[in-house]
């Protein structure tokens, strides 16, 4: 799943990393992809992954199905295309019932993480005029 971000990249990462403690998730760590690449020589649009989760949510699914630990923790990756947008892509939880053999009520709380993104790159809304 992947959305455009109506905001600069340092601006999308710092928005989501915000959005992450304020839902009250660990952010496990982030990889700066494009970091990585110029330090082996070479060249690529900005791009980090962000690796999120909560343990209290993930943990019932993995023992549901142990399979789930190549899923989560969760990632979000923010990236620049060729024409410098923007974007945010996540994985697509709505499968991992079917995918994994785990009940719908188990997997509701990572799903959240949809409202989250769309939460963080709303745009800003200027002042009203009354």
């Known amino acids: 799943m992947t959305v455009t971000s109506p905001h600069r990249f340092d601006e999308t990462v710092d ?18 992809h494009a ?35 190549l899923e ?22 709505s499968e991992w019932g079917d995918r994994f053999g785990v009940r719908a009520d188990v997997l509701a709380p990572l799903s959240r993480v949809a409202a989250l993104v769309d939460r963080a790159l709303a745009p800003e809304r200027g002042p009203s005029i009354a």
Do not use: N, Y
């Open 72 to 93: 989560l923790p969760l990632r979000l990756l923010v990236w620049e295309d060729d024409r410098h947008e923007v974007l945010v892509s996540r994985q697509d939880t």
């Open 15 to 32: 928005r989501l990393v915000g959005a992450v403690h304020h839902a009250g998730l660990t952010l496990f760590t982030v990889v700066d």
């Open 35 to 69: 970091g990585g690449a110029r330090a082996a020589g070479l060249e690529m649009h900005p791009a980090k992954l962000l690796v999120l989760g909560d343990p209290a949510a993930g943990t019932p699914a993995m023992i549901a199905s142990p399979e789930m630990g």
